[in-house]
C-alpha cells in the first residue's frame, strides 16, 4: 500500500486548507486511515482518523475545526482544516492500515501504511 499526501502549504492564521491523501489501494478495503502530524521537536500527534463504516475520530485540539472524510471512488481521503492557528503548523502524514481496531487510533505505531509528509505552514 502506498499513500500519497497531498495540500500543504503557508496560510494566515484563520484561513482553510485541505489536504488529501491518495492511496494506491481501494481505500473500502482499508479499515482506518488516519492523520498525524509532527511540529520540529515534538513526537509525532494523532490528528483524525476515518473507519471503514465512515465512523471518525478526532484529537481534542482539532474537534470543530478539523473534518476527515474518505471519498472510496477515488480512494482519497481528506483532511479539510478551517480556522488554522499558528500551533496547527506541523508536518501532516496520512497513514493506514488493514487490521487496527479501534481503542488503538491513536498509536502511531499501529498503523502500518504511511505516506510522505506534507507541509502545513500557519503564520500569525
Known amino acids: 500500500v502506498q499513500l500519497q499526501a497531498s495540500g500543504g502549504g503557508t496560510v494566515q492564521a484563520g484561513g482553510p486548507l485541505r489536504l488529501s491523501c491518495v492511496a494506491s489501494?481501494?481505500?473500502?478495503?482499508?479499515?482506518?486511515v488516519a492523520w498525524f502530524r509532527q511540529a520540529p521537536g515534538k513526537e509525532r500527534d494523532i490528528v483524525a482518523a476515518?473507519?471503514?463504516?465512515?465512523?471518525?475520530d478526532y484529537a481534542d485540539s482539532v474537534k470543530g475545526r478539523f473534518t476527515i472524510s474518505r471519498d472510496n471512488s477515488k480512494n482519497t481521503v481528506y483532511l479539510q482544516m478551517n480556522s488554522l492557528k499558528p500551533e496547527d503548523t506541523a508536518v501532516y502524514y496520512c497513514?493506514?492500515?488493514?487490521?487496527?481496531?479501534?481503542?488503538?487510533?491513536?498509536?502511531?505505531?499501529?498503523?502500518?501504511?504511511w505516506g510522505q509528509g506534507t507541509l502545513v505552514t500557519v503564520s500569525s
Open positions: 476515518v473507519w471503514y463504516s465512515g465512523a471518525t
Open positions: 497513514a493506514a492500515d488493514r487490521n487496527i481496531i479501534r481503542s488503538s487510533w491513536r498509536r502511531a505505531d499501529q498503523y502500518d501504511y
Open positions: 489501494v481501494r481505500t473500502s478495503g482499508l479499515r482506518s
